[in-house]
């Protein structure tokens, strides 16, 4: 049996991330984080009492697939929409700051920007809320967005459609997308939504989670042959090169033409899940802008989802921590399709 993915041949492909391109494209969400203590139960209800010591945010959603690929050092390009609040304003300084260029992030004054809150308490999640309007976004914004996408896709060597069902994603755009990326030849990788997986037909890969592969599938994962199925059902439903699906603790499963690979998990303590789909498709598209096999990429991503569920938070992982992995013989062997 084989290491999926050699040493040298990882050192190799992280070294080139720094000469990649990504163009993500999506949903762009604030992620506010309070973080406190719980000591007691409040007498006016039986719900835990948070003493907040600490509140952050952190670029959510689609730009936090562009903060894992800035994290590891590639070139990145993002097209979204934000509303004209301070939020909005936090995250195009957030995107600016990390000297990103924020050209293509629109400002649409009929929405406001999406932003969802975490209340942390000793390393668990007691509540979450969300502030957001899921209408489709003004056909004007909609516009604007593709006219930048069509602007500096050439400069992209992979597209990330990182959908999180806030408006932006329409069958219209990931067609127009799909067509810009078929014309010249840019992978096309998608982090999909239930609800929208037909619009994603004739990309190259899409990342769903168990949940979404089983929902889109019709056949409820439970088992490896109903996994096989359904990874199977999906990838010719979709026409897709690749299928990627992501099983939380169990890892993650990459169908291609033909050929199965189950990837086991590498985390050794999961703190926190926020995110980690991010970092799959952030890590995967980067991977293959710089080179990677679908197999070798699927591994990367693997490997840093494993780093950054073992952090609190909306995390990212640097190119350090993610060959820090691949030395430290985390890898699994190839078992066989």
């Known amino acids: ?34 973080w406190g203590s719980v000591t007691r139960i409040s007498p006016e209800a039986p719900v835990p009492v948070v003493e907040v010591t600490e509140e952050t945010l952190l670029l959510g959603g689609s730009a936090n697939v562009v903060n894992n690929v800035h994290s590891l050092g ?59 309007r899921k209408a489709p976004l003004r056909s004007e ?36 997308v799909r067509g810009l990326c078929e014309r010249l030849r840019k992978p096309l990788v998608v982090d999909p939504k239930v609800e929208h997986f037909d619009f994603y037909k004739g990309a190259t890969v899409v990342t769903p989670n168990n949940i979404e592969a089983s929902l889109a599938s019709g056949i409820e994962i439970k088992d490896e042959t109903s996994l096989r199925k359904a990874g199977r059902a999906l990838i010719e439903r979709l026409g897709c090169r690749a299928l990627l699906i992501t099983r939380g603790e169990h890892g993650m ?45 699927a591994v990367l991503a693997n490997l840093a989802a494993g780093c950054v569920v073992e952090k609190v938070g909306t995390a990212t992982v640097s190119p350090d921590e993610l060959m820090d992995a691949v030395s430290s013989g985390l890898v699994p062997r190839d078992m066989g399709d």
Do not use: W
């Not at 040493?7 to 991330?17: E, H, L, P, Q």
């Not at 720094?18 to 984080?33: A, N, R, Y």
């Not at 516009?143 to 069958?171: C, N, P, Q």
């Open 1 to 34: 049996m084989q290491r999926l993915l050699s040493t040298k041949k990882a050192r190799s492909i992280i070294g080139r991330f720094s000469d990649s391109g990504v163009l993500v494209i999506g949903d762009l969400i604030m992620d506010h984080f309070i």
């Open 74 to 132: 590639g070139r990145c390009y993002v097209g979204g929409v934000v509303g004209r609040d301070e939020d909005g304003r936090r995250m195009i300084r957030e995107i600016k700051r990390r000297g990103i260029s924020a050209n293509g992030v629109i400002v649409d004054p009929g929405r406001p920007t999406t932003i969802k809150t975490r209340v942390i308490a000793h390393h668990q999640q007691v509540v979450r809320f969300d502030r957001e």
């Open 141 to 176: 914004a909609v516009a604007r967005v593709l006219d930048y996408i069509k602007k500096v896709i050439r400069y992209a060597d992979v597209v990330v459609v990182s959908d999180y069902a806030k408006g932006l994603v329409t069958e219209e755009l990931v067609s127009t």
């Open 253 to 297: 499963s990459l169908f291609e033409d033909g050929s199965e690979t189950h990837i086991p998990t590498v985390a050794k303590e999961v703190f926190d899940v926020s995110g980690a789909g991010d970092t799959v498709v952030g890590v995967m598209a980067l991977a293959l802008a710089a080179g990677a096999s679908f197999r070798e990429a």
